[in-house]
T-cell receptor
Framework: ETGVTQTPRHLVMGMTNKKSLKCEQH?????MYWYKQSAKKPLELMFV???????ENNSVPSRFSPECPNSSHLFLHLHTLQPEDSALYLC???????????????FGEGSWLTVV | QKEVEQDPGPLSVPEGAIVSLNCTYS??????FMWYRQYSRKGPELLMY??SSGNKEDGRFTAQVDKSSKYISLFIRDSQPSDSATYLC?????????WGAGTKLIIKP
């Protein structure tokens, strides 16, 4: 069991559906992230939150809407997605919202999303 | 040109072989270099990190950074089937991590 828990693990949704991905971290970290992982592509950073405040949004389409109600929980609300949005969505957390030494990023097991 | 280049593989080697995984990068400002391992259907986990140039060893794993060539490597000695996974390199100047695409490694018994 990891310190970062994601649900659901698998999700199939139609292009007109609305669904949400949930993430919870039990590590006492201040920063939480959403990443998108597609086959043979680098991890794409989508959103970064630091102490519940969004600090980075990497030009993500508005059909993805994050929510961070507290420093332990992170949601990704999904609506009117496209088939190309099918991917593994990874939640992660770290002490600080920065890269580099001493700030290891811990990942959840991911939510496999298929848009049909 | 991508900031970080990593051959996606797959790389298939027999058990016991020495494995060399590599990434090249273009930004000379990168100072922190990390290797993450991702097993199938799991999230990535930090394997090793190094700062600036040089080598770092941890058991069967050695991470090497050559800043003059903008090239980093991960060596695995006495490879085991349990090492079969995707290995992602990541690097940072000081804030955001830049990721490679990952190399899928298969160790054949």
């Amino acid at each position: 069991e990891t310190g970062v828990t994601q649900t659901p693990r698998h999700l199939v949704m139609g292009m007109t559906n609305k669904k949400s991905l949930k993430c919870e971290q039990h590590l006492g970290h201040n920063a939480m992230y959403w990443y998108k992982q597609s086959a043979k592509k680098p991890l794409e950073l989508m959103f970064v939150y630091s102490l519940e405040e969004r600090v980075e949004n990497n030009s993500v389409p508005s059909r993805f809407s994050p929510e961070c109600p507290n420093s332990s929980h992170l949601f990704l609300h999904l609506h009117t997605l496209q088939p190309e949005d099918s991917a593994l969505y990874l939640c992660a957390s770290s002490h600080q919202p920065t890269g580099g030494a001493g700030n290891t990023i811990y990942f959840g097991e991911g939510s496999w999303l298929t848009v049909v | 040109q991508k900031e970080v280049e990593q051959d996606p593989g797959p790389l298939s080697v027999p058990e016991g072989a020495i494995v060399s995984l590599n990434c090249t990068y273009s930004n000379s400002a990168f100072q922190y270099f990390m290797w993450y391992r991702q097993y199938s259907r799991k999230g990535p986990e930090l394997l090793m990190y190094t700062y600036s140039s040089g080598n770092k060893e941890d058991g069967r794993f050695t991470a090497q950074v050559d800043k003059s060539s903008k090239y980093i490597s991960l060596f695995i000695r006495d490879s085991q089937p349990s090492d079969s996974a995707t290995y992602l390199c990541a690097m940072s100047p000081n804030y955001q991590l830049i990721w490679g695409a990952g190399t899928k490694l298969i160790i054949k018994p």
